[in-house]
């Protein structure tokens, strides 16, 4: 999606606007220090207020909604869930200019997590595979919303054309097989369950080397849980997707599509953000190299020919 609705009126999303909407709002909060998070993510930008709570806005109409899902969600899924998550505190209309609801949570303490940046591997693809799994274990009531959000079909042709334009022969050749084998796989016919929607490195937060937390539920959804799956690409290694896939329990059609779906949204990143955002960049060509592994173990001298 695209801000262009908004890019003429949206106020710089900076420490001047958050005190104006936290007075405005949340009096109580209005005298906190208020400092910017130089890494927000795409979706949002973050503020640390005070030392325990965060202040997260959209960017744009792309990430509009999140706050309120996750403010109506979140409390609820808490207990359920084997790690911490996001707790909202409040919930922010738009003001002083700024068109689109957000959020103050409270703060979780964690790093942003890297693939070989834990201190137990297969520990940590066992707690990834077990909150994927309490999660889809939580009753499903009302739309959750975004019951057809996700799907792979949608994303043919723009994962065709990011293969042909961004891939020489062999890489375009092993992800292809790839993409072909996810559309191919059989569909999601047991009863819906709910998912992440963004399930990767970049929404886990770990503490002494170990899962802590999980962030971002702005996707969070009710359908197939294979989009996931991307988390095995993006943040497990050869070795340790046995072991998620196993804490999981995962039959090979979803495999197949959750493959796909590393595929796609690591290629989508890589096209959209890898020319200006070296850390999208690495994060991106290891999650694409991670997904065609196994077709490209053939063509393994010819390592690197797709960038």
């Known amino acids: 999606m695209s801000n262009a609705g908004h890019q003429d009126t949206v106020p710089e999303i900076g420490v ?8 405005a709002q949340f009096p109580r909060w209005g005298g906190l220090t208020v400092t910017r998070l130089a890494d927000g993510g795409s979706d949002h930008v973050i503020f640390l207020l005070g030392d325990d709570m965060s202040v997260r806005l959209p960017r744009g109409d792309w990430a509009a909604g999140q706050a309120e899902k996750e403010h109506a969600w979140l409390p609820w899924f808490a ?3 084997p790690l911490a998550i996001p707790v909202p505190l409040g919930l922010g209309v738009p003001g002083l200019g700024y068109p ?3 959020s103050v949570t409270r703060w979780l303490d964690g790093s942003v997590a890297t693939a070989d940046g834990f201190a137990d591997p297969e520990g940590a693809a066992r707690q990834l595979g077990g909150f994927l799994k309490a999660l889809q274990q939580v009753p499903t009531v009302g739309d959750g919303h975004g019951l057809s959000r996700w799907s792979l079909i949608a994303r043919d042709d723009a994962t065709r054309t990011a293969i042909k334009a961004r891939t020489g022969a062999a890489a375009a050749d092993a992800m292809t097989r790839v ?3 996810a559309l191919a796989a059989p569909g999601w016919d047991a009863a819906p369950v709910w998912y992440h929607g963004d399930f990767h490195t970049g929404n886990l937060l770990t503490a002494d080397g170990h899962v802590s937390a999980v962030i971002d539920f ?10 996931d799956l991307m988390v ?3 943040t497990l290694s050869a070795a340790t997707r046995p072991v998620f896939r196993a804490a999981l329990g995962v039959d090979d059609a979803t495999w197949a599509r959750g493959r796909g779906w590393a595929l796609a949204t690591g290629l989508n990143a890589y096209t959209h953000y890898a020319a200006t955002d070296p850390r999208v960049a690495a994060q991106t060509r290891r999650q694409i190299d991670e997904a065609i592994s196994d077709e490209w173990a053939e063509a393994e001298a010819e390592t690197g020919a797709w960038r």
């Open 179 to 181: 993409w072909d084998a």
């Open 232 to 234: 095995a690409w993006t």
């Open 79 to 81: 207990p359920q869930l």
């Open 218 to 227: 702005g996707g969070l959804g009710v359908g197939d849980p294979a989009c």
């Open 16 to 23: 001047d606007l958050v005190r104006g909407l936290l007075a």
């Open 100 to 102: 689109y609801h957000w």
